[in-house]
């Protein structure tokens, strides 16, 4: 069996025995935090050499004072990733492609304290420098801000965020048990909404335009879609909690995603065609509002 198609998981435990020693765990201590990061930290993704692919030209063709959004950092991250096990920036256990849906209807929430807290383990591995962590850490902090929701370095507990810079940016989808990877590559995924984006997932969120209720509001052109990526518009068995659906989630792809040809659309708006949506780069206030119902409401 090839390296590439053996189980994510035994590959990520190839890559600790590489990578890893005792005492390369990196916590958050506080005089790593320092504030805002650096323009060239903001910039790296725009200014950096990157394919000739349709896409690509699209990101070349941003000045430095433009942002993309969360959707085009995913997709420009993880043009390139060849794992078998990973879908999208969905890490998935086995081949199967339905592994990671659905999860919250199968129990893979974390636990929630008497105190009303949810207190989220994580470690993250000693690939990064100092104005990167800051990222990461402001927005594990959007979340405590915001919601019930905290996450807090790991010291004895079983199940826990793994956070690494492995190639692209992904995350399982929900808790899984055991040190569960989160994947922030330095070369691409370091930007607030990205980092916002995967631990939704690590959360339990699932894309917002594979929502159960999409067809009412979006409307996927199949015959656009480059070929083997069609799964990324599947559709899944979500717990909406009956919040709207929200173009402005940052969990929602845009409307280019993995277009064949990096112009032709693969999802409208319906009814209004001219609706924007995968614009976002940041959680809305519906994210908000949803994780909040889902892990802080009696």
């Not at 940052?250 to 277009?259: K, P, Q, T």
């Not at 999802?267 to 519906?286: K, L, N, Q, Y």
């Amino acid at each position: 069996m090839k390296e590439s198609e053996k189980p994510l998981e035994r590959q990520v435990q190839k890559t600790q025995r590489l990578h890893f020693r005792p005492g390369s765990m990196t916590e958050f201590p506080p005089q790593l935090v320092h504030g805002p990061v650096t323009a060239r930290l903001e910039n790296r993704t725009t200014r950096e050499d990157v394919s000739s692919s349709p896409w690509s030209r699209r990101v070349k063709s941003h000045t430095d004072d433009e942002q993309l959004t969360v959707a085009e950092l995913l997709e420009e991250a993880n043009r390139n990733l060849k794992r078998l096990h990973v879908h999208g920036d969905v890490a998935a256990s086995s081949v199967s492609r339905r592994e990671a849906d659905s999860c919250v209807l199968s129990g893979c929430l974390w636990p929630r304290d008497p105190d009303g807290k949810v207190y989220v383990p994580y470690a993250v591995a000693n690939h990064y420098f100092s104005e990167e962590l800051d990222v990461i850490r402001g927005a594990m902090d959007s979340f405590s801000n915001s919601t019930c929701i905290l996450f807090v370095p790991r010291s004895d507990q079983k199940d826990f965020l793994h956070i690494q810079s492995l190639p692209g940016c992904y995350s399982y989808v929900g808790r899984r048990g055991g040190g569960q990877l989160v994947s922030l590559s330095r070369r691409g995924c370091l930007h607030h909404g990205t980092v916002q984006h995967e631990l939704l997932h690590a959360l339990g969120f699932n894309h917002e335009h594979r929502r159960s209720d999409r067809d009412q509001h979006i409307r996927v052109l199949l015959e656009n879609i480059m070929s083997g990526h069609e799964f990324n518009f599947d559709k899944v068995d979500t717990r909406n909690q009956e919040t709207p659906y929200d173009y402005s989630s940052v969990m929602h792809y845009g409307r280019l995603a993995f277009s064949r040809d990096g112009s032709s659309p693969t999802m409208e708006a319906v009814p209004d065609a001219g609706a924007e949506f995968g614009r976002a780069t940041r959680m809305s206030r519906d994210d908000v509002r949803r994780i909040k119902l889902l892990y802080c409401s009696d």
